[in-house]
């Protein structure tokens, strides 16, 4: 008995949306559903920004070269600490491999140590030596700075 009294109420349910609908599109022919009203002025604001958009790409290039003029020095600057960095990370990449090379490492101790040993005896282990080490820093630096 419940099964027949749910058939008739989906059909009914099916019978009122389908009449609904049918009502819904005989209300909707051309000519009987009110018009939006003709725009009477063109959208300004989208205009004002299209012209905007286009007069900033017009004048790129302009802008683009006085950017470059005011600031050259400083993106040299920052162009010359970046390629510095991607040469630091390439030399110390560079030196770990050769360090992965075996007996290459120990052999580079060696003659790290025998160069700084030799250093110490030739220049700073005397005050005449020492002098003349600060006289050939002092030309160095003359060379490099200037009087």
Do not use: C, H
């Amino acid at each position: 008995m419940q099964g027949n009294v749910q058939q008739v109420q989906q059909a009914e349910a099916v019978d009122s949306t389908s009449t609904n609908a049918i009502a819904a599109l005989e209300g909707s022919a051309f000519g009987t559903q009110p018009l939006l009203e003709p725009a009477t002025q063109p959208n300004r604001k989208w205009q004002q920004m299209g012209t905007q958009i286009l007069d900033f790409l017009a004048n790129l290039s302009d802008k683009t070269a006085r950017f470059l003029l005011e600031y050259n020095q400083q993106i040299i600057t920052v162009a010359l600490i970046i390629a510095a960095f991607f040469v630091l990370k390439i030399v110390l990449a560079v030196l770990d491999a050769i360090n992965d090379i075996p007996l290459v490492y120990p052999t580079f101790e060696l003659i790290g140590i025998g160069y700084t040993t030799w250093f110490f005896f030739r220049y700073l282990l005397n005050g005449s030596t020492r002098q003349e080490l600060d006289a050939q820093i002092q030309f160095i630096r003359n060379e490099i700075y200037g009087n």
